[in-house]
T-cell receptor, first 110, second 113 residues
Framework: SQQGEEDPQALSIQEGENATMNCSYK?????LQWYRQNSGRGLVHLIL?????REKHSGRLRVTLDTSKKSSSLLITASRAADTASYFC??????????FGKGTRLHILP | DAGVIQSPRHEVTEMGQEVTLRCKPI?????LFWYRQTMMRGLELLIY????????DSGMPEDRFSAKMPNASFSTLKIQPSEPRDSAVYFC???????????FGDGTRLSIL
């Protein structure tokens, strides 16, 4: 069964705007990770946030985690054309199994 | 570091044939994962190894699929016999430990005719 569910499935925004993607999950986790996938390539790890952390930053990326709501969000500020990709959350469950969601397809319009 | 290396990048074969996908993980990584990605089902974990030992193969679809890791620098995923519904992109990933960030190869795009 799917653990992480990203929302929205697809998102189109103008270059320079901020993009927000959400991830909801069902069972308790050790950590949550966000990955990016460009067309025809493998996934690239962006950021890992542990269950005892609430917010984490990396460059233009900001990730939040709300364990009470079992949800996380990924914010990309000042979007660029190169940010066009699919974004996945992956939850590391307490049974030591990592589950990926189906992703959000982000398209940055020039 | 060369990253995770998968071969072949593309494979087209007829149903019933044996297919072998190969993966070389990043040196020093102790965990290796095999995934399958399709539009319908997304990214599915097939099997993962810790220190060359299979830990969880519950995602392997059926007995036609098998995976081996004879040493720390090489793994194979084999499908025998192959069927059209096996068509997908297969990814290999490795990490320092099973709960650490994973490094993905660029995948093998498999088409079974």
């Amino acid at each position: 069964s799917q653990q992480g569910e990203e929302d929205p499935q697809a998102l189109s925004i103008q270059e320079g705007e901020n993009a927000t993607m959400n991830c909801s999950y069902k069972t308790s986790i050790n950590n949550l990770q966000w990955y990016r996938q460009n067309s025809g390539r493998g996934l690239v790890h962006l950021i890992l946030i542990r269950s005892n952390e609430r917010e984490k930053h990396s460059g233009r990326l900001r990730v939040t985690l709300d364990t009470s709501k079992k949800s996380s969000s990924l914010l990309i500020t000042a979007s660029r054309a190169a940010d066009t990709a699919s974004y996945f959350c992956a939850t590391d469950r307490l049974d030591d199994k990592i589950i990926f969601g189906k992703g959000t397809r982000l398209h940055i319009l020039p | 570091d060369a990253g995770v290396i998968q071969s072949p990048r593309h494979e087209v074969t007829e149903m019933g044939q044996e297919v072998t996908l190969r993966c070389k993980p990043i040196s020093g990584h102790n965990s290796l994962f095999w995934y399958r990605q399709t539009m319908m089902r997304g990214l599915e974990l097939l099997i993962y190894f810790n220190n060359n030992v299979p830990i969880d193969d519950s995602g392997m679809p059926e007995d036609r699929f098998s995976a081996k890791m004879p040493n720390a620098s090489f793994s194979t995923l084999k499908i025998q016999p192959s069927e059209p519904r096996d068509s997908a992109v297969y990814f290999c990933a490795s990490s320092l430990a099973s709960d650490q960030p994973q490094h993905f190869g660029d995948g093998t795009r498999l088409s079974i005719l």
